[in-house]
């Protein structure tokens, strides 16, 4: 088990991917935070706008733009935070779970949704809109993709969870407090 310290086991991944690029890098773990955050904000934005332009069928650089309205995507220019992260991950897997399905895209977009989770734990509120993401008329196909995205997002925040030194106990307590 890798175990580096944290003082927010809801954002054990966060802390261990900035601690992890930082000992790779040689850099300030601060730097190292802002370039993340920057290139998640981008990140954030195209997925965000690539995701409304299937759904509105207007321009990408324009639903870009009506991404950059949402509150999570204003603040994540003005400061490095640990919500920027998760949320381009989380855009990411909505970006590629609502173009035409495959093997693929479930796999990729189930990870991605996993390593959000991961990134910080109250991602997960947003797992909802995937009933609306991947229905597609036919009930069995949409019970399994449905599925398949739950087993392998689940396993994968779980297991970096736990693997990174937090617990399902210290994130529910962290949450009470």
């Not at 890798?2 to 850099?27: D, H, W």
């Not at 207007?58 to 603040?75: D, K, R």
């Amino acid at each position: 088990m890798i175990k580096y310290p944290s003082a927010f086991p809801t954002g054990s991944g966060t802390t261990m991917l900035l601690l992890t690029l930082s000992k790779l890098t040689g850099a300030d773990p601060f730097v190292v935070y802002a370039i993340v955050c920057a290139v998640s904000g981008a990140i954030f934005a195209l997925a965000a706008g690539g995701f409304v332009a299937r759904w509105v069928r207007l321009p990408v650089p324009l639903c870009g733009m009506l991404a950059y309205t949402f509150p999570e995507s204003i603040v994540c220019g003005a400061y490095a935070n640990d919500t920027v992260l998760p949320a381009a991950f989380a855009a990411l897997a909505f970006y590629i779970l609502s173009g035409r399905l495959s093997a693929m895209r479930l796999v990729g977009g189930s990870i991605c949704l996993g390593l959000a989770g991961w990134f910080r734990a109250d991602i997960v509120l947003i797992t909802p809109a995937l009933f609306f993401i991947l229905y597609r008329g036919d009930r069995t196909a949409y019970a399994r993709s449905l599925l398949s995205v739950a087993v392998i997002s689940s396993v994968i925040t779980l297991g970096g969870v736990y693997l990174s030194g937090s617990s399902i106990p210290k994130i529910l307590a962290h949450a009470r407090a």
